[in-house]
C-alpha cells in the first residue's frame, strides 16, 4: 500500500520559517519525482518544486525560489520542504506528490499525501 504522510504544517507570522516532510512508503518505483504542490482556498494545485530521487538538482517554481529548499533522505524515503521567509501569499494546503517524471502540473503525479495546512499572517 503507498502511503505519502506530511507533516510540520503550521501557523506563522510573515518572514518565520516552516519545515515540511513527506514520509514515503511503498511506492512501486525505483527512481521516482517527488513534488511539492499548494492550493489556497479557491484556487488550482500549484507547483512548488520537485527533485528526482535518481539524481540532479532541485527544481522550484519562480514564486518561492530563493525561500523555499527541498531535500531529499534516500535511506528514510524522506521528502523535505524548508520554507524561510515565509509571506501571506505562501499559506494554502501543501502536498507532496510522487510519480515516474517530473512535471510542473499536478496531472502526471500518481500518489499523493493528504496536505498539511500551512498560514502565514501578519
Known amino acids: 500500500q503507498v502511503q505519502l504522510v506530511e507533516s510540520g504544517g503550521g501557523s506563522v507570522q510573515t518572514g518565520e520559517s516552516l519545515r515540511l516532510s513527506c514520509a514515503a512508503s511503498?511506492?512501486?518505483?525505483?527512481?521516482?519525482?517527488a513534488a511539492w504542490f499548494r492550493q489556497a482556498p479557491g484556487k488550482g494545485r500549484e507547483w512548488v518544486g520537485n527533485?528526482?530521487?535518481?539524481?540532479?538538482?532541485?527544481n522550484y517554481a519562480d514564486s518561492v525560489k530563493g525561500r523555499f529548499t527541498i531535500s531529499l533522505d534516500i535511506a528514510k524515503n524522506t521528502l523535505s520542504l524548508q520554507m524561510n521567509s515565509l509571506q501571506p501569499e505562501d499559506s494554502a494546503m501543501y502536498y507532496c506528490a510522487a510519480g515516474l517524471r517530473c512535471y510542473t502540473f499536478p496531472g502526471p503525479y500518481i500518489y499523493w499525501g493528504q496536505g498539511t495546512q500551512v498560514t502565514s499572517s501578519a
Open positions: 527533485i528526482y530521487t535518481g539524481g540532479g538538482s532541485a
Open positions: 511503498g511506492l512501486p518505483y525505483r527512481s521516482y519525482c
